[in-house]
């Protein structure tokens, strides 16, 4: 049990679909994250939220689409995705946004676009 | 050009053995993490340092954090296959988190 929980683990998706991922945390954090993680590349910071106000979008393009209703919960809502979309995303808590703060992630979505 | 390098990027080693693997930046950063990966899981954090000089331990695992901040190592002692996994670093620089690639380690028993 890592405190941050990710919905569905699996998905897969057609390209003119549109889909959801969930994320939620009760570890009391400020700060939520959705990261983008390939093979053989680093973890992309995709976007991020720091008591619940989106701070950051790290130029990740309109077919993502970020939602932090509360402090607990983060969506990525997804839609005409492209088969270079296929990742595993990942979705991370922290205490404070920023230095010194490690994160808490999930155990990720693993995502497939055909 | 990655702001972090993380070396070796593959290592397959006995059980008993002893590794190190490393993380180097050409910037200096205020503080630095080390992670687990599992297949199939997220990143779970094993440590975070912020001085220079610093070493923590960690049961088997050793963390050492550069004199200038720019650097730093994990070494495993008598590794395990349950130390499998992929390794990462992520250094924090200026409240901009980065990550490296990852080294990833394979225990044989």
């Known amino acids: 049990e890592t405190g941050v929980t990710q919905t569905p683990r699996h998905l897969v998706m057609g390209m003119t679909n549109k889909k959801s991922l969930k994320c939620e945390q009760h570890?009391?954090?400020?700060?939520m994250y959705w990261y983008k993680q390939s093979a053989k590349k680093p973890l992309e910071l995709m976007f991020v939220?720091?008591?619940?106000?989106?701070?950051e979008n790290n130029s990740v393009p309109s077919r993502f689409s970020p939602e932090c209703p509360n402090s607990s919960h983060l969506f990525l809502h997804l839609h005409t995705l492209q088969p270079e979309d296929s990742a595993l995303y990942l979705c991370?808590?922290?205490?404070?946004?920023?230095?010194?703060?490690?994160?808490?992630f999930g155990s990720g979505t693993r995502l497939t676009v055909v | 050009t990655q702001l972090l390098e993380q070396s070796p990027q593959f290592l397959s080693i006995q059980e008993g053995e002893n590794l190190t693997v490393y993380c180097n930046s050409s910037?200096?950063?205020?503080?630095l993490q080390w992670y687990r990966q599992e297949p199939g899981e997220g990143p779970v954090l094993l440590v975070t340092?912020?001085?220079?000089?610093e070493v923590k331990k960690l049961k088997r695992l050793t963390f050492q954090f550069g004199d200038a901040r720019k650097d730093s190592s994990l070494h495993i002692t008598a590794a395990q296959p349950g130390d499998t996994g992929l390794y990462l670093c992520?250094?924090?620089?200026?409240?901009?988190?980065?990550f490296g690639s990852g080294t990833k380690l394979n225990v044989k028993p």
């Open positions: 992520s250094l924090n620089n200026f409240n901009k988190f980065y």
């Open positions: 991370a808590s922290s205490q404070g946004e920023g230095e010194g703060y490690g994160y808490t």
């Open positions: 340092v912020v001085t220079g000089g």
């Open positions: 939220y720091s008591l619940e106000e989106r701070v």
């Open positions: 910037s200096v950063f205020s503080s």
């Open positions: 570890l009391g954090h400020n700060a």
